[in-house]
């Protein structure tokens, strides 16, 4: 494996892990937020759904933007357009400052998760073997870090520029350095694209689509109701409530941490049914759990399974489409916003509407789903690990030099 591929890696795993703390900076800061510049509970949920809408956005316009410029180039310039934003959310003071703020942090994090996805579908084809999971698991960390760094700013009370400042000061600089390494992958040899190549064929890419979605409800499904469910439901304390989010992260972190061995060994379509089961195990649990400690564990099973399903999907779409990995993900990535636009309304509305409880099986049968499109994570004409790794290339990247 030569230097450069290597040197892409660790700047792409950087870069996953810069906006996962920024992202964790942004989502758990948003009752500071809202009182900082007086937002209504009304007006409060049409900001928050406006950022992913402005994202799936800005990830349609990155599908057409590759086609003429890198993805390394649009991940180069549109992170430090969401670390900038980020802060500028902190910085504001009138609601128009903020509405400019999340507007251009939702269109920026839509190109930065394609260009990122991009890449790292395009590495993990130079390797031939599976590393997706280890830039999600970057990922997971700086989501950790970020959500730590946020407490901190909590628990201290400091202004939210003064939270936000000392992070995009480091991060900024550190991500425009790393970016002279990014690794642009080269067009798959024809032979190799069979007659998916010539594009991205909207039915083929449909089950991982409908995987991707049924994830981030999910996901959406803990980042916004564990706290409330176990409180109000499983009757923990306030100070315990905060726990099982943290748990989710770190089981996530773990799983992304050793999953690309399982994959390796493996294959994709076994690890991604055994994620799919711990998962709708993870939420039977929580369905049916007598009290909070029981609770936890049920959050710790979702961090294990549902945290392999995001990166195989999109490895999963780069091997559909050899000849048009990059407007796969492109048009992959807006799902993730999907889900997280429909997961938290959903289970809040059947919460109201029903119970809390028969709400969490919800997402308990769309993550089961899964089962069904399993074999749509089949490697192509190429399986990792267990004897079937491909032959490595010498230098299939072209790296992108220079700021």
């Given at each position: 494996?030569?230097?450069?591929?290597?040197?892409?890696?660790?700047?792409?795993?950087?870069?996953?892990?810069?906006?996962?703390?920024?992202?964790?900076?942004?989502?758990?800061?948003?009752?500071?937020?809202?009182?900082?510049?007086?937002?209504?509970?009304?007006?409060?949920?049409?900001?928050?759904?406006?950022?992913?809408?402005?994202?799936?956005?800005?990830?349609?316009?990155?599908?057409?933007?590759?086609?003429?410029?890198?993805?390394?180039?649009?991940?180069?310039?549109?992170?430090?357009?969401?670390?900038?934003?980020?802060?500028?959310?902190?910085?504001?003071?009138?609601?128009?400052?903020?509405?400019?703020?999340?507007?251009?942090?939702?269109?920026?994090?839509?190109?930065?998760?394609?260009?990122?996805?991009?890449?790292?579908?395009?590495?993990?084809?130079?390797?031939?073997?599976?590393?997706?999971?280890?830039?999600?698991?970057?990922?997971?960390?700086?989501?950790?870090?970020?959500?730590?760094?946020?407490?901190?700013?909590?628990?201290?009370?400091?202004?939210?520029?003064?939270?936000?400042?000392?992070?995009?000061?480091?991060?900024?600089?550190?991500?425009?350095?790393?970016?002279?390494?990014?690794?642009?992958?080269?067009?798959?040899?024809?032979?190799?694209?069979?007659?998916?190549?010539?594009g991205v064929v909207f039915?083929?890419?449909?089950?991982?689509?409908?995987?991707?979605?049924?994830?981030?409800?999910?996901?959406?499904?803990?980042?916004?109701?564990?706290?409330?469910?176990?409180?109000?439901?499983?009757?923990?304390?306030?100070?315990?409530?905060?726990?099982?989010?943290?748990?989710?992260?770190?089981?996530?972190?773990?799983?992304?941490?050793?999953?690309?061995?399982?994959?390796?060994?493996?294959?994709?379509?076994?690890?991604?049914?055994?994620?799919?089961?711990?998962?709708?195990?993870?939420?039977?649990?929580?369905?049916?759990?007598?009290?909070?400690?029981?609770?936890?564990?049920?959050?710790?099973?979702?961090?294990?399974?549902?945290?392999?399903?995001?990166?195989?999907?999109?490895?999963?779409?780069?091997?559909?489409?050899?000849?048009?990995?990059?407007?796969?993900?492109?048009?992959?990535?807006?799902?993730?916003?999907?889900?997280?636009?429909?997961?938290?309304?959903?289970?809040?509305a059947l919460g109201d509407?029903?119970?809390?409880?028969?709400?969490?099986?919800?997402?308990?049968?769309?993550?089961?789903?899964?089962?069904?499109?399993?074999?749509?994570?089949?490697?192509?004409?190429?399986?990792?690990?267990?004897?079937?790794?491909?032959?490595?290339?010498?230098?299939?990247?072209?790296?992108?030099?220079?700021?």
């Amino acid at each position: 494996m030569t230097d450069v591929l290597r040197r892409g890696r660790a700047s792409l795993a950087f870069s996953f892990f810069a906006q996962g703390a920024t992202f964790a900076l942004l989502v758990t800061r948003i009752p500071a937020i809202q009182d900082r510049y007086g937002v209504s509970d009304a007006l409060l949920p049409v900001f928050l759904a406006a950022v992913p809408i402005l994202a799936g956005v800005g990830s349609v316009t990155t599908e057409q933007l590759v086609r003429r410029i890198r993805p390394s180039r649009l991940l180069r310039w549109s992170q430090p357009v969401v670390l900038l934003a980020l802060l500028g959310a902190g910085a504001g003071g009138q609601l128009a400052e903020l509405a400019v703020a999340l507007g251009a942090f939702g269109l920026a994090v839509g190109a930065l998760d394609a260009s990122m996805n991009m890449l790292g579908v395009s590495l993990q084809r130079s390797y031939g073997r599976s590393i997706m999971l280890s830039f999600h698991a970057a990922y997971s960390l700086g989501g950790i870090l970020g959500a730590s760094l946020a407490w901190v700013g909590a628990h201290w009370h400091l202004a939210l520029w003064a939270s936000y400042l000392p992070v995009v000061a480091v991060l900024l600089p550190a991500t425009l350095v790393g970016s002279r390494w990014y690794v642009d992958g080269d067009a798959t040899p024809v032979e190799e694209q069979g007659t998916q190549g010539g594009g991205v064929v909207f039915k083929l890419l449909l089950p991982l689509c409908l995987v991707m979605t049924f994830a981030y409800i999910g996901d959406s499904t803990v980042s916004n109701w564990s706290a409330k469910y176990l409180k109000d439901v499983l009757g923990s304390s306030e100070q315990l409530a905060t726990v099982p989010y943290n748990v989710y992260m770190v089981t996530t972190l773990l799983g992304r941490a050793i999953g690309d061995f399982g994959v390796r060994r493996f294959g994709a379509a076994a690890v991604v049914r055994l994620g799919t089961l711990v998962a709708a195990g993870g939420f039977a649990v929580v369905a049916s759990a007598p009290g909070a400690w029981v609770g936890m564990l049920g959050f710790t099973l979702l961090g294990l399974g549902l945290c392999v399903l995001v990166p195989q999907t999109f490895a999963a779409a780069g091997r559909l489409f050899p000849g048009s990995s990059d407007a796969a993900v492109a048009r992959l990535n807006i799902f993730n916003y999907v889900g997280f636009l429909v997961g938290s309304p959903l289970v809040g509305a059947l919460g109201d509407a029903w119970s809390y409880r028969g709400a969490m099986l919800v997402p308990m049968v769309l993550v089961l789903v899964t089962l069904v499109y399993a074999r749509s994570f089949a490697a192509q004409p190429d399986r990792y690990g267990g004897g079937h790794e491909r032959p490595r290339t010498a230098d299939v990247g072209r790296g992108s030099n220079g700021l």
